[in-house]
Nanobody, 121 residues
Framework: QVQLVESGGGLVQVGGSPRLSCAAS????????MAWFRQAPGKEREVVAR????????YYTDSVKGRFTISRDNAKNTVYLQMNSLKPEDTAVYYC??????????????WGQGTQVTVAS
């Protein structure tokens, strides 16, 4: 069982650089693939980035490549999303999620409650 709690969202100016954090409970954190998803109003939820259990492999959706960085600290049971050069289209609720599997269509069995990021011009 993994419980996830996101933090770090809020109102940010265009070009801002907030960092989202996702704190996980449970000693199994280091065995999970962790991901950040987002859902904008009227749009489907999409994966933003994911990171392997060791942190050695990452994936980014094209729209955030070069701007966002996912990382994890297994000693702190925390995964991060550093967001740089924010754009209005990055406005969404951001969720972290955990899965035992790696890939584009795997099931994520654990989800956080989400944190709102609003990018204001």
């Amino acid at each position: 069982q993994v419980q996830l709690v996101e933090s770090g969202g809020g109102l940010v100016q265009v070009g801002g650089s907030p960092r989202l954090s996702c704190a996980a409970s449970g000693r199994a954190f280091r065995s999970y693939v962790m991901a950040w998803f987002r859902q904008a109003p009227g749009k489907e939820r999409e994966v933003v980035a994911r990171i392997s259990p060791s942190g050695g492999t990452t994936y980014y959706t094209d729209s955030v490549k070069g701007r966002f960085t996912i990382s994890r600290d297994n000693a702190k049971n925390t995964v991060y999303l550093q967001m740089n050069s924010l754009k209005p289209e990055d406005t969404a609720v951001y969720y972290c999620a955990a899965s035992k599997d790696w890939g584009p269509s795997v099931k994520y069995g654990y989800w956080g409650q989400g944190t709102q990021v609003t990018v204001a011009s």
